[in-house]
């Protein structure tokens, strides 16, 4: 099945530190990835979605400053956390699709601490 | 509604069916998938059911799939105490893209 792999798995630092994370898709060509958050026993929260080559979408709320997202090629996506707070720790998953009626396929995630 | 609803429990013994429902929201949402996290993982795709289809099997797991009334429900056979976990049912709506909406999740706790 389709693979994604997301790193790093987990990310301790101080706070205004910003932190890169990458999402690939190993096997397929992802024309669209998605960057989600959740929370601690809640549902994921979709971010932004991101199609190769153009500006990410942004969901009202999520700063588009804040969360720099980069899809420069159809197997990689990244999502920077810029000057990182408390307030950011969260658990970030990606996913990736390749043709628009293909499932998402998702990332192990990748849990920010932010002290 | 505007959220995919899901119970937030649900407790079994291990070699009982389990049946975890959700509602969704968009009569015409196309695609519907249920997927598994584990303690601090990421979602795996468990299976994912078209909106022309009724039910779906797929070894110990069946879908199945009421439009009308928009309900949507995973039943796990003979279950086992790996599949201890949160389900989350998803819908692909028409109008946000390829973008999934999430129900809240279902904790599976499956005791031995």
């Known amino acids: 099945g389709a693979v994604v792999s997301q790193h790093p798995s987990r990310v301790i630092c101080k706070s205004g530190t910003s932190v890169k994370i990458e999402c690939r898709s190993l096997d397929f060509q992802a024309t669209t990835m998605f960057w989600y958050r959740q929370f601690p026993k809640q549902s994921l929260m979709l971010m932004a979605t991101s199609n190769e080559g153009s500006k990410a979408t942004y969901e009202q709320g999520v700063e588009k400053d804040k969360f720099l997202i980069n899809h420069a090629s159809l197997t990689l996506s990244t999502l920077t956390v810029t000057s990182a707070h408390p307030e950011d720790s969260s658990f970030y998953i990606c996913?990736?699709?390749?043709?628009?009626?293909?499932?998402?396929?998702f990332g192990d995630g990748t849990r920010l601490s932010i002290l | 509604g505007e959220d995919v609803e899901q119970s937030l429990f649900l407790s079994v013994r291990e070699g009982d069916s389990s049946v975890i429902n959700c509602t969704y929201t968009d009569s015409s949402s196309t695609y519907l998938y249920w997927y598994k996290q584990e303690p601090g993982a990421g979602l795996q795709l468990l299976t994912y059911i078209f909106s022309n289809m009724d039910m779906k099997q797929d070894q110990r797991l069946t879908v199945l799939l009421n439009k009308k009334d928009k309900h949507l429900s995973l039943r796990i056979a003979d279950t086992q105490t790996g599949d201890s976990a949160i389900y989350f049912c998803a819908e692909r709506r028409n109008q946000a893209g390829t973008a999934l909406i999430f129900g809240k999740g279902t904790t599976l706790s499956v005791s031995s």
């Open positions: 996913s990736a699709s390749g043709r628009s009626n293909q499932p998402q396929h």
